[in-house]
């Protein structure tokens, strides 16, 4: 049996997905990262899903583990059906009360309109980590503009 050093283990740092897992998929991936031994996992850096439908349920799975493995500093959930209560729940990982590091968030193509602006801004206004934002085609009016521009005068 060959013995294994730890400088010999090289760790996954990125967990990308481009195919369909549905809410459940992306809970059962985000659970698991949270629990596993020792928990949570703390060598993820980056989460990308794109066009997983993971829904707003997937979000929440997804920030449930940011909040307890601040190490992700780029999230990506392009074209999975997020509504503003999935922009809640960004929300509170991208707070500064969070301990989150998260450097780059994009969330094109989802229908949450200004109303998920509204919320995301409440946790931006005061974020010192974000350096990109992209939120295009996600349906956001002058009622969602005038939040960007609060969250962009303050900081």
């Not at 050093?5 to 990308?16: A, V, W």
């Not at 998929?25 to 596993?36: E, H, K, Q, W």
């Not at 509504?83 to 989150?100: A, D, Q, W, Y």
């Not at 109303?115 to 934002?133: D, F, H, P, W």
Request: proline share 5%.
């Amino acid at each position: 049996m060959q013995e294994v050093e730890d400088g010999d283990i090289e760790f996954l740092t990125k967990f990308h997905f481009w195919d369909e897992l549905g809410w459940e998929g992306v809970r059962a991936i985000m659970d698991s990262l949270r629990t596993i031994a020792p928990a949570p996992y703390p060598h993820c850096k980056s989460i990308r899903l794109w066009k997983t439908f993971c829904e707003d349920e997937g979000v929440r799975a997804v920030c449930q583990y940011i909040e307890v493995a601040p190490n992700v500093q780029i999230l990506e959930l392009l074209d999975n059906k997020v509504t503003p209560l999935g922009c809640e729940f960004v929300s509170r990982i991208i707070h500064p009360k969070s301990n989150s590091q998260l450097k780059i968030l994009k969330m094109d193509h989802n229908p949450f309109g200004s109303e998920g602006m509204i919320r995301l801004a409440e946790g931006m206004s005061m974020n010192k980590t974000l350096e990109q934002v992209s939120l295009t085609y996600c349906g956001i009016d002058s009622n969602g503009a005038r939040a960007i521009f609060e969250v962009l005068i303050n900081t």
